[in-house]
């Protein structure tokens, strides 16, 4: 996998605007260097998410999170090429020809959709196999996308909290004139980092994650069509053309060089 260009950017020009607005406020990175209201704000918010989350979910969605990172290795009108030449292969010497070409498939998901198809199995079964395991899959990354939403709308809270007890420990100081207002000043720290964690971190991660489900959902229902219609015996042509409206760019790509025997054998 390579890492998420977005992602980075967008998290280096979120940080960069705030720390920049600051500085040019007349501010310092002093100001907002507090170790105490990170430890209030991380340790609470993860704190509340432990205890409404499963461990399960909670390993999972911990697990998730290199899809923020990390941007997927499959594009699509490369998956299509390589189903268009899988569809050639069956076409010419059957559907039992494919076995050898499992293991090197570029997609686990492909694999064992093209394990189902060796193996013989009846179309209508291979194709609710497939969904079931598509449809689990989608369900899986919403729940894992829910745990970084929770932890998105306990951080502001916690940061206010945190606040709270900061203006308490102001307020015993009050004799003390001018450390007042600066301790104000700290106290609203940690209502800073709850809103920044919630809204530069976990909420934009919860919405990755949903987005990198969207287009895996796509991929898996684009191979999901292609299998079909390699057990169908369709032409390969007309399964390209089927299959490109789950690429767009596809239709102009190179027509794939695999089994170029099969291609002559249709043109004859």
């Known amino acids: ?10 998290a280096l020009l979120a940080a960069g605007a705030l720390i920049g607005g600051l500085l040019l406020e007349g501010g310092s990175l002093k100001d907002i260097a507090q170790y105490t ?13 432990m205890v409404s989350t ?12 290199g899809q923020v990172i990390f941007a997927p290795k499959v594009e699509p009108v490369a998956l299509l090429t390589e189903l268009v030449g899988y569809a050639a292969k069956a076409r010419k010497t059957g559907l039992v020809s494919l076995e050898p070409d499992i293991d090197t498939a570029s997609h686990p998901f492909l694999r064992k959709a093209l394990l189902l198809a060796v193996d013989g199995c009846d179309l209508l079964e ?8 598509r449809d689990l899959e ?4 919403e729940a894992d996308a829910r745990v970084y939403e929770a932890a998105g709308g306990y951080a502001p809270t916690i940061g206010i909290i945190g606040a709270v007890m900061g203006l308490i420990q102001v307020m015993k100081r009050l004799a003390d004139t001018e450390q007042v207002g600066h301790g104000i000043a700290v106290a609203f ?5 709850g809103v920044a964690l919630a809204n530069l971190i976990l909420l934009p991660a919860a919405a990755k994650i949903k987005a990198r489900m969207e287009e895996e959902m796509e991929v898996r229902d684009l191979m999901i069509e292609g299998i079909s219609g390699i057990v169908e015996g369709l032409n390969p042509k007309l399964i390209r053309t089927k299959l490109e409206a789950f690429a767009p760019g596809s239709a102009v790509a190179a027509k794939p060089t695999a089994a170029p025997g099969a291609a002559k054998k249709e043109a004859a």
Request: proline letters at 6%; glycine letters at 10%.
């Open 189 to 193: 720290v940690a209502t800073v980092y």
């Open 37 to 49: 209201a990170a430890l209030i704000v991380l340790g609470g918010t993860l704190g509340a998410v």
């Open 138 to 141: 989608e369900a899986r990354a």
């Open 1 to 10: 996998m390579r890492p998420d260009l977005a992602t980075v950017a967008g």
């Open 54 to 65: 499963p461990p399960r979910k909670l390993i999972s969605a911990g697990r998730r999170l």
């Open 126 to 133: 291979l194709r609710k196999m497939l969904e079931l395991e």
